[in-house]
């Protein structure tokens, strides 16, 4: 099995379309399951909490959660508490997604309490500027994605080439350990192709598979030029 660590990597956020919602899911996480065994690239899934333990309990792949509420347990009526997420089989989280923005101090209590627990985290950014600040934070991987091309169809590594290639380089100099992914808009095997000749170490993605006809074949074609 792969470690958490291996690259390249492929992180599918399932959302909340309805297409990666309940038995979708378990569908999308088998694709993700089955193309990363047959091709040996390492490949997760971050389902709607509801769905995490099903997914975690079909597939060996690594499942993620897309949010955690900075909160200790307790009572905090609706929150996502991170032992829930870990006991239902999270191996790792998204921390600031563009689409779940938090504040920096709860970001940095974040990432602290999943490394302590035992969880990888995949910090979220925005911009260069956003993923300097992130980088002294300390987090496993670090994922820059442009909101303006999130669900957009255009890649990232294509159309905002700097922002991947400089994002990589000033995290690098301030914590050489944090791995940089990218994302927005990757769908193609030029993308990703793209997205590594930059110097991330893997894509975070979403609309492009789980909306695509075929999400398997989808899959096989992301990763057919690396
Ligand atoms: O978390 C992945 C993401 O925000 C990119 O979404 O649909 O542009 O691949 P998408």
């Known amino acids: 099995m792969k470690s958490n660590n291996d690259t390249p990597i492929v992180i599918l956020n399932f959302k909340t379309y309805l297409e990666s919602t309940g038995k979708s899911a378990l569908k999308l996480a088998n694709a993700l399951q089955k193309v990363a065994n047959e091709t040996g690239i390492n490949m997760m899934a971050a389902p709607q909490h509801m769905d995490i ?82 980088a002294s934070l300390n987090p496993d991987f670090i994922a820059v994605e442009p909101p303006e091309l999130i669900g957009s169809g255009i890649p990232v590594s294509q159309a905002e080439p700097e922002v991947v290639e400089r994002t990589v380089e000033e995290v690098k100099r301030i914590n050489p350990q944090t791995k940089v992914l990218c994302g927005a808009g990757i769908s193609t095997g030029d993308d990703m192709k793209a997205a590594l000749e930059l110097g991330s170490e893997g894509v975070l993605l979403a609309s492009g598979i789980i909306m695509a006809q075929n999400p398997e074949k989808a899959l096989i074609d992301l990763i057919s030029k690396i």
Do not use: W
Request: charged share 15%.
């Open 53 to 134: 333990y099903p997914v975690a309990n079909n597939v060996d792949i690594p499942v993620l959660t897309q949010h955690i509420d900075p909160i200790e347990s307790g009572g905090h009526t609706g929150s996502v508490l991170l032992e829930c997420a870990y006991s239902a089989g999270a191996q790792g989280s998204l921390i600031n997604h563009s689409e779940k923005r938090m504040k920096l101090a709860d970001i940095d209590y974040l990432v602290k309490r999943t490394a302590d627990i035992g969880m990888f985290n995949v910090l979220c950014t925005n911009n260069i500027e956003t993923s300097i600040a992130a």
